[in-house]
């Protein structure tokens, strides 16, 4: 019975190899470093659980993942409700549709280093279009490299900028999806809009929006070259997120083994809200 | 409940509709009377939906009115006119609970939750889906989608119509039959006006008292079934119903006789009429083998089980014919005979002989 299963394994082959020099291979030098203490000269001493017991306990660690929750927390909190407000504004059907797409798609066609650029000579208090127009013309006090305040709403602005449009695009799928049979019926029932959002609308988006949530979660809560490039995760500490503090740690410091013990920590982070998520709505999917 | 009228309606989907063709409804003249069964039945594009849309007011038409008794409601929105309307694929809201699914109508207009819990169990045990009323609507089978969908429009006692559109094409054969006898049952107790959009002719005739017959745009004939079958007024209605539909064949006529492939052919009475394209009406139901006097080849036998359907050849001309007990032999030469009162006469398309005894 099972020896018609064998030749699979040809198959699967190039893929495991692929996967194991591109993943499985530099996450066990992770693994390799976290348990280990270096003086250069290729010198290594075991360290054992050392370095993420210090970790786990480190104020400096818990600092940035509470800013990196945070970040998340907002931008979620943003992108997920102003894209599909936009998505249901949007035209269904007619010319103004491809434009209204092209202008969407358009901002998540910039690589992120450019955005970070962007946004910093757009928010100059000097020459910047808005840090200008909010200093001088409005006499509002903007400055992100003075203000932590000024930074964190840089920072939030520019990821709702660069990203709401995935969220509008997955929901404008979504959307154009739905019968019309569905919005006659709700015609005929005498629904309010309300409810046709409520009871239509929102229960046939539920899967691409699963999809946005977590796409949008992994992205932000892994954010480093944006961020980096705006703020450099100053003032101070202040906009520091996990992986910028990663970065610190690792090439300003050049300190591998707690910096290899983080990234296992982040990475842990990340896949199991990720999977925490996506099981949660399957399983109210099948309930 | 309403008497329906459609007033010189016409449709175009068109912004500026100018030749006959841009019209998909072209000049309706027609009157559902109160708590009438009926089914509209013609070819995909031949316009029921549009009709259906216009009736419930989802669309508004190009031209012509439509009252409910004698209110103008042309200008309403589907939800002002009190319809009802069940779609091709069962519309039902995925996260709400059956009994939620059928209160939401009555809810939405306000009504009162005593009454709505009253309404909801009549309507689900009506339905047969009384035991299944906490269980969320979107885990249901096909069938019992589309009959919440129904229910949802039966839940309100006082709607005008009830408008089915093609309500039966996702369900699995054998509960199509279950499902069409539920509605006739339905519209026996309920006894509001329904209307019963389809192209599948079964469906027309076991469901309604009339129906409607339409061919692009226009009504070509309304009738009981058994009017449909025996006499249809056109030549499209003749071949549309049936299985296999009415013979047409060519032929040429001298005073009130016709002749077809030169050998005359007895009508069922007298004609009207002059000119245009005549051709012979004859159900394969009433063409004989084996009597008469029309020389034929058989070219093809079909065994559907309770009989053979024969397809003879007349020089080009194709005649089928249904044989009950015996088929003859495919290539046989035979005779073929048309039993006289069911052979029917058509001028450009629209019937043009009297019954024997009718008319002079």
């Not at chain 1, 808005?130 to 000024?150: D, R, V, W």
């Not at chain 2, 012509?64 to 103008?72: E, K, N, V």
Request: some cysteine.
């Amino acid at each position: 019975m099972k020896k018609q299963y064998q030749k699979g394994w040809l198959f699967v082959t190039p893929v495991l190899l692929l996967v194991a020099f591109n993943a499985l291979i530099p996450m066990m030098t992770v693994v390799n470093y976290s348990v280990q203490e270096t003086f250069g000269n290729n010198l290594f001493f075991w360290e054992g659980m050392g370095w993420f017991e210090s970790l786990l306990n480190s104020d400096r660690f818990h600092a940035a993942l509470g800013r990196q929750f945070l970040f998340t927390g907002l931008i979620l909190a943003i992108e997920i409700p102003l894209g599909i407000m936009i998505a249901l504004a949007m035209p269904k059907e007619g010319f103004w549709v491809s434009i209204c797409l092209v202008l969407m798609a358009l901002p998540m066609l910039i690589p992120w280093n450019v955005v970070g650029a962007m946004w910093n000579i757009f928010t100059l208090p000097d020459i910047g279009l808005l840090g200008y127009l909010m200093n001088t013309t409005l006499g509002i006090e903007y400055n992100m490299t003075q203000s932590p305040f000024a930074a964190w709403v840089t920072i939030i602005i520019m990821d709702v900028w660069h990203w709401t449009s995935l969220v509008v695009l997955l929901s404008y799928a979504g959307l154009v999806a739905i019968p019309d049979a569905y919005y006659q019926a709700a015609k005929i029932d005498s629904a309010s809009s309300w409810a046709v959002f409520r009871y239509i609308q929102l229960p046939k988006m539920k899967q691409v929006l699963t999809i946005a949530i977590l796409l949008r979660f992994m992205d932000s809560f892994n954010i480093y070259t944006e961020v980096f490039v705006l703020t450099g995760g100053g003032p101070g500490n202040s906009t520091t997120l996990l992986s910028i503090d990663l970065v610190k740690i690792a090439l300003g410091q050049f300190d591998l083994g707690p910096a290899a013990a983080m990234s296992l920590i982040y990475f842990a982070i990340t896949l199991l809200v990720s999977w925490l998520f996506y099981t949660l709505m399957n399983k109210q999917d099948s309930n | 409940m309403a008497k329906i009228t459609l007033s010189n309606l016409r449709h175009s989907y068109y912004p500026n509709p100018k030749v006959p063709e841009d019209y998909a409804l072209k000049e309706i003249d027609l009157t559902w009377d109160d708590g009438g069964a009926y089914a509209l039945l013609g070819p995909s594009g031949c316009g029921k939906t549009t009709l259906l849309n216009i009736i419930s007011g989802l669309l508004t038409p190009s031209e012509g009115r439509i009252l409910f008794d004698d209110a103008d409601v042309t200008a309403l929105p589907p939800d002002q006119r009190n319809i009802a309307q069940v779609f091709q694929f069962p519309v039902i809201y995925d996260t709400m609970t059956v009994y939620d699914n059928l209160a939401f109508p009555l809810r939405n207009r306000g009504v009162d939750e005593a009454t709505v819990t009253r309404r909801v169990n009549e309507i689900a045990e009506m339905l047969e889906v009384d035991d299944m009323l906490k269980r969320r609507a979107a885990g249901l089978s096909p069938d019992n989608k589309q009959k919440l969908s129904m229910g949802r429009g039966l839940v309100r006692d006082d709607v005008n119509v009830v408008m089915f559109d093609e309500p039966l094409t996702v369900i699995d054969p054998h509960l199509k039959w279950k499902l069409r006898s539920k509605l006739k049952e339905l519209h026996q107790r309920v006894r509001a006006t329904m209307i019963y959009v389809t192209h599948d002719q079964t469906e027309a005739m076991t469901f309604a008292d009339q129906v409607v017959v339409m061919q692009d745009g226009e009504i070509v004939q309304i009738g009981t079934p058994v009017e449909l079958f025996d006499r249809p007024t056109h030549t499209f209605v003749g071949h549309f119903i049936g299985s296999p539909g009415m013979n047409i064949l060519p032929c040429k006529v001298r005073g009130d006789q016709a002749f077809f492939n030169g050998q005359q052919v007895l009508l069922e009475g007298p004609t009207n009429g002059e000119g245009g394209i005549v051709e012979i009406g004859i159900r394969p139901e009433y063409v004989k083998i084996g009597v008469g006097d029309i020389e034929a080849q058989i070219s093809k036998i079909a065994d559907v089980g309770h009989h053979f359907v024969v397809e003879a050849r007349v020089g080009n001309t194709k005649i089928k014919a249904i044989v009950i007990g015996e088929a003859p032999e495919q290539g046989a030469t035979v005779t073929l005979g048309f039993r006289q009162n069911q052979t029917r006469l058509y001028r450009d398309g629209w019937i043009a002989s009297q019954a024997a005894g009718v008319g002079a």
